[in-house]
C-alpha cells in the first residue's frame, strides 16, 4: 500500500526559510519521477519543481535561485528546501510521484500549508 506524507510546513516570516519533506513507503521509491506542486487560495495547482529518478532538477521560474528540490533514495524521502520566502509563496504544497507510460503511476500526498507573514 502506497502511503505519502508530507512534513514541514508553517508558518514564518518574509525572508525565511523552511525545508518540506515528502516520505513514502508502499514503492520502489527510486524509480519515480517526482515534483511539488503548491495551491494558493483561489488559484489553481501551479507546477514548482521536480526531480527524475536520475536525479535531474527543474524549477519555475519565480523560485529557481530560492528553492531547492533533493531525494534521498535509502530515506525514500524528497525535500524542497525553501530560502528567502515571499508572501506569494503562501499555499498548500503537494508533492507528486510519477512512473511509467504516461505516468500510469501517479501518486499524490495530502498537502501542507506554508504560509508567509509579511
Known amino acids: 500500500q502506497v502511503k505519502i506524507v508530507e512534513s514541514g510546513g508553517g508558518l514564518v516570516q518574509t525572508g525565511g526559510s523552511l525545508r518540506l519533506s515528502c516520505e513514502t513507503s508502499?514503492?520502489?521509491?527510486?524509480?519515480?519521477?517526482i515534483g511539488w506542486y503548491r495551491q494558493a487560495p483561489g488559484k489553481q495547482r501551479e507546477y514548482v519543481a521536480s526531480?527524475?529518478?536520475?536525479?535531474?532538477?527543474d524549477y519555475v521560474d519565480s523560485v529557481k535561485g530560492r528553492f531547492t528540490i533533493a531525494r534521498e533514495n535509502a530515506k525514500n524521502t524528497v525535500y524542497l528546501q525553501m530560502n528567502s520566502l515571499k508572501p506569494e509563496d503562501t499555499a498548500i504544497y503537494f508533492c507528486?510521484?510519477?512512473?511509467?507510460?504516461?505516468?500510469?503511476?501517479?501518486?499524490w500526498g495530502q498537502g501542507i500549508q506554508v504560509t508567509v507573514s509579511s
Open positions: 507528486n510521484l510519477k512512473y511509467g507510460v504516461s505516468s500510469h503511476y501517479d501518486y
Open positions: 526531480i527524475t529518478s536520475a536525479g535531474h532538477t
Open positions: 508502499g514503492m520502489i521509491f527510486r524509480v519515480y519521477a
